[in-house]
């Protein structure tokens, strides 16, 4: 008496090894574009926030500003104030420098 055999739809091994491993290569081009893209947004925040200081600098009517003195006037909020602080902003000659 012969068995009867049931054949089930399913995946093959191998079927799944290639999707594997063309998602994977999806995520290998994907995930470093992101990086590139976040980094590429922070320093674009970081120019716009220095722009910002750099036209507050320039409206302060007194000499030399500090960042003390743009705060006590109200040039600065008191959350741009840390920021530029913290970051390690400067104020040299009426021109806001950069962190090094």
Sequence with gaps: MMLKTRKHAAFTLIEMVIVLFIISLLLLIII?????????AQSKTEAAFQTTLQTQVDMYEGANPTWQKLLDEHYLSKAQY??????????????????K
């Design 82 to 99: 840390n920021k530029a602080t913290d970051r390690g902003y400067a104020i040299e000659d009426g021109t806001v420098t950069k962190p």
């Design 32 to 40: 470093p574009n992101i990086n590139q893209q976040k980094q590429a």
